[in-house]
């Protein structure tokens, strides 16, 4: 009976220890999840992803989990838009759609899944309109199989009510063609639902007598559009609510009245809200003919809101492609080469790139060597990569062999790794690697090898390991190379421990080691750490074997302890 006590009197007090520590594990993890939110307000993005990491690592049934998964995406992705390198651009906003990822498989009922789904659909469309369209698979799904706010926030990206550069992502919908799908019935019946099917938009809730107003005006343009007509003019030119002109705009701008394109105009040069100039620049620009042509240059020389003049180049980019004025192609041409605002200048190059059937290879390759802003430069070189044209590619070759600049480098480098995955594409970058001294440059060509699934990309990143002389570049071969799990690159990189006095290429080795994971890479570990007189380094190996819970990691780490 006596032992049956004292075993319940231990069993509480284990029982009440382990809540305290739990308490106090818990406690620590809101110290910490609250200092990354701090940093998150604060904009200092690079150390709240440090924070957002270690309490993930350090508190992994944490209650704060989850809420630490969605703002570490977050906080990368936020982070990933003030990168100066192309590359590391997306290579974090790839990490942060990753993370997003995770949570939304892993954390079904998170509070924060709503917004992981729609953060998910902003960074896969910024990677798709990057040229990586294997990302398009986000927003096509959400259009495919979910219900309310995020398939109508993916719809209004791509339908270019909210980003104008996604309209081509209409071909997803199917019964939608491209840019002509504005004009079709199937495409304005969708753009209706955007407008008057009401709901939330951004999260927040819409004014219920709008929506019934929105709905009853565009019942009314569909049975009598003389009635309804110049009540939705009046509304344009005089209600208070922003909302219901911009929408007024929209049921407006299906009219064929000569009135509308004045209309459109007036409230595109004098509307007091940005949003409602924007939408009728946009439906101004949709009309294709030659009034609003006249109406859309005299617009864009009038104005100096970037966001408007965005705008308006939009509405030149789709004349330019679809309408036999030349007035657009070469207003477009005009402000790529000549604009002192960078962001119309990269607006204009853009779309220049994406305009099939004309001489953009040329235009684009000459406005690059009369000599632009770096941030212009590399809007050049993402554009020439997406004309997948030989000139254009040769271009960005010379660029990566003879710009003095290393970012532009670097950029020109990872985009010709995106343009030409062949033979050719990869003997390119070797010959670049060859004949480059800037350990900046091979960083991004050892990343470009890396992508390439090729053996002679493998060979090249092993040939970096063994022969390089630039101790930064082999470390960089190293991490790549490990991630490739084979025997072959256990053996190399072995050889070259056994060999070498360099620390930092020892740890990248022991990192590689570690993240093979092989029975052969754990062997291969202990034989190290058997042999490794440096005290920190065997300290290093030690902590790899005891994450593994390997047997035989076990049994040498037991030896050590006797």
Same mark, same amino acid.
């Given at each position: ?21 739990? /308490? ?62 192309? *590359? ?7 990490? /942060? ?53 995020? %398939? ?12 104008? +550069? ?16 504005? &004009? ?7 753009? #209706? ?10 999260? &927040?809730?819409?004014?219920? +007598? ?15 559009? +003389? ?60 009309? @294709? ?6 109406? =859309? ?12 003049? *965005? ?11 679809? %309408? ?24 204009? =190059? ?9 001489? %953009? ?28 044209? #030989? ?72 040939? =970096?390991? @063994? ?18 799990? %084979? ?16 620390? @930092? ?16 890479? =754990? ?27 390997? +047997? /035989? ?8 302890? @006797?």
């Amino acid at each position: 009976m006596k032992t049956k006590k004292m075993t319940a009197v231990i069993l509480a007090v284990s029982l009440f220890c382990g809540g305290i520590l739990l /308490a106090q594990k818990e406690d620590k993890a809101k110290e910490m999840y609250e200092t990354a939110r701090k940093l998150v307000y604060e904009k200092n993005y690079e150390q709240a992803i440090n924070w957002y990491k270690k309490l993930m690592q350090e508190y992994a049934q944490s209650a704060y989990v989850d809420d630490s998964m969605y703002w570490l995406a977050y906080a990368q992705y936020m982070y990933s838009r003030n990168l100066d390198s192309m *590359e590391i651009q997306l290579r974090e906003k790839e990490r /942060a759609l990753q993370q997003l990822n995770n949570l939304i498989k892993s954390h079904e009922e998170s509070k924060w899944i709503d917004d992981a789904k729609q953060l998910r659909i902003e960074i896969a469309e910024d990677l798709v309109q990057k040229g990586l369209e294997n990302y398009r698979v986000f927003i096509n799904g959400s259009l495919m199989g979910l219900e309310g706010l995020e %398939s109508l926030e993916a719809l209004q990206g791509l339908a270019g009510l909210e980003g104008l +550069e996604g309209l081509e992502g209409l071909e997803a919908l199917g019964s939608l063609k491209g840019l002509e799908a504005l &004009e079709s019935l199937d495409a304005a019946a969708v753009l #209706d639902n955007l407008y008057v099917l009401g709901g939330e938009k951004h999260g &927040e809730e819409e004014d219920p +007598e709008i929506q019934l107003k929105l709905v009853a005006l565009n019942a009314l343009m569909n049975m009598d559009e +003389e009635k309804a007509f110049p009540i939705l003019v009046k509304i344009v030119q005089e209600d208070e609510s922003p909302k219901l002109r911009e929408q007024a705009i929209f049921i407006l701008s299906r009219s064929k009245k000569s009135e509308v394109i004045p209309l459109l105009v007036e409230r595109a040069t004098t509307d007091p809200e940005t949003k409602v100039r924007e939408q009728a620049v946009f439906w101004l620009g949709q009309r @294709k003919s030659k009034e609003s042509m006249d109406a =859309i240059l005299k617009i864009y020389d009038s104005q100096t809101d970037t966001k408007i003049k *965005e705008q308006v180049i939009f509405a030149l980019a789709q004349h330019a492609k679809s %309408s036999n004025d030349d007035r657009a192609w070469k207003k477009l041409i005009a402000i790529a080469e000549t604009d002192k605002d960078i962001k119309a200048q990269e607006q204009a =190059i853009f779309w220049i790139g994406q305009t099939k059937g004309k001489s %953009s290879p040329e235009i684009l390759i000459d406005i690059y060597d009369k000599g632009v802003p770096r941030k212009v430069k590399e809007q050049l070189i993402y554009s020439l990569s997406q004309t997948k044209n #030989d000139a254009a590619y040769d271009k960005l070759v010379q660029i990566a062999k003879e710009d003095p600049d290393v970012k532009t480098k670097e950029t020109a480098i990872f985009w010709i790794g995106q343009m030409r995955k062949d033979e050719r594409g990869l003997e390119t970058l070797i010959d670049i690697y060859n004949t480059s001294s800037s350990t900046k440059v091979k960083e991004s060509l050892i990343h470009a090898f890396s992508q390439n699934k090729s053996t002679k990309a493998k060979d090249k990143l092993l040939d =970096i390991v @063994k022969n390089d002389t630039d101790e930064k570049a082999r470390e960089q071969a190293i991490f790549w190379i490990g991630q490739v799990k %084979s025997d072959k690159t256990l053996d190399v990189l072995g050889d070259i421990y056994a060999k070498t006095d360099s620390k @930092k290429v020892k740890e990248q080795i022991i990192h590689a080691y570690a993240q093979n994971k092989s029975k052969k890479a =754990i062997l291969g570990l202990i034989e190290m750490a058997k042999g490794e007189k440096d005290f920190e380094m065997k300290k290093s190996i030690i902590f790899w074997l005891g994450q593994s819970k390997d +047997e /035989a990691a076990i049994k040498y780490l037991t030896e050590i302890l @006797k």
